[in-house]
């Protein structure tokens, strides 16, 4: 019996509670449906919202794109015709540097070519000696030196069978002269080889040759008091480069040259020694040439002083002349003219007609 109270009430517990279930779903789905269409007219509102400032947005930017893309566009434009022109200068630039170099390479080759030519015609002592003759009259020309008045060029003096490559004139019939043979074998050779210990070997030897060939010409007639040479002769070395290649490797070669009166110049320095040699003439002669105006000067004063005595006495004469040409115009006139008047006034008392009317009057007589 108490079994089944206790179903039964389990039984209306369960309807109780399915009915209350029911009645809280059906409440819950309404609440919902209606929150539902609330939230969905309110998102539909947003939404709407948002999509009127989103499109507005939208326009906006897309203008914004529009404007970059035409701007870009532009820029590419530009950039593209730069490029273009860029193209068109480099193709033009490009064949211009080809030609240039074809022309570089040509000129290289001719350069070459000249140098040797220039290289196997210095290996000739003879062919050296010519080329250093016609630096050297290069120089001479260049400084204003003319052949046979300010110089001579292989020309023996007198009494000796010395021939100096040139001569130089100077003042008081002095000389002074110049060799132009140098030796540049061993120098060629430095400059051509390859291998260190023979390159300093020719060195060595290069400049063993310039002290040799400072020591031949001392031992030439080059310098002779009696045919009025100085006591200096000069050796032309006819390279800048060679010149300045034995000073730095010898610098005591030029103290022990000048110690034995040899100058050895280059083209450079001869120039400087013939600007001298000329100044110095020109100095010797103007101081000639004033002592000659001051002589004649002397001779001219001496007559000026002559001419100046005899012209005081041509002028005293002239003075004495018109002391007695004044004597004449006055006293002497007044004195004859004196007893003219007197004559005059006898006539004039005693109605003496003139001359002139007596001789018109025998004029109208015959």
């Not at 509670?17 to 609440?31: D, P, R, V």
């Not at 939404?47 to 404007?67: A, F, P, W």
């Not at 970059?68 to 193209?87: A, M, P």
């Not at 060799?179 to 080889?193: G, M, W």
């Amino acid at each position: 019996m108490l079994s089944k109270t206790e179903d039964q009430r389990n039984q209306q517990i369960e309807l109780i509670t399915k009915g209350i279930k029911e009645s809280f779903g059906a409440l819950s789905y309404e609440a919902l449906s209606k929150n539902t269409d609330e939230f969905l007219k309110l998102a539909n509102e947003t939404l709407s919202k948002q999509t009127h400032s989103g499109k507005e947005d939208l326009e906006g930017k897309k203008k914004l794109i529009d404007q970059t893309l035409v701007s870009i566009k532009e820029e590419l434009q530009k950039v593209q015709t730069k490029v273009g022109n860029f193209e068109q200068d480099r193709i033009q630039k490009y064949g211009e540097l080809t030609n240039q170099l074809k022309i570089t390479a040509e000129q290289t080759g001719h350069l070459q070519e000249t140098a040797n030519k220039l290289r196997d015609a210095l290996a000739n002592t003879k062919v050296r000696g010519q080329w250093g003759e016609r630096m050297a009259e290069d120089v001479l020309k260049l400084a204003g030196f003319v052949e046979n008045i300010n110089y001579h060029k292989q020309k023996s003096p007198d009494n000796t069978t010395t021939r100096p490559d040139f001569t130089f004139l100077l003042p008081k019939g002095l000389t002074v002269n110049m060799d132009v043979k140098f030796p540049l074998d061993n120098y060629l050779r430095y400059l051509e080889c390859k291998n260190e210990v023979e390159k300093q070997s020719y060195k060595v030897k290069f400049l063993k040759d310039v002290n040799i060939r400072i020591k031949e010409v001392t031992t030439k007639d080059y310098i002779n008091p009696e045919n009025n040479t100085l006591d200096y002769v000069i050796v032309f070395i006819p390279n800048e480069q060679v010149y300045s290649f034995i000073q730095e490797n010898d610098t005591f070669v030029m103290d022990e040259a000048l110690k034995m009166k040899v100058v050895l110049c280059s083209p450079i320095t001869l120039y400087a020694i013939l600007a001298v040699i000329r100044q110095s003439v020109e100095n010797f002669n103007l101081q000639e040439t004033a002592s000659k105006i001051l002589s004649l000067y002397g001779a001219f004063n001496n007559q000026w002083q002559a001419y100046i005595k005899s012209f005081d006495k041509l002028g005293q004469r002239i003075s004495d002349v018109q002391n007695e040409f004044n004597a004449l115009t006055t006293t002497r006139t007044n004195q004859v003219e004196r007893p003219l008047r007197k004559i005059e006034e006898l006539r004039t008392q005693q109605s003496i007609p003139e001359v002139s009317m007596i001789e018109d009057k025998i004029e109208d007589l015959e």
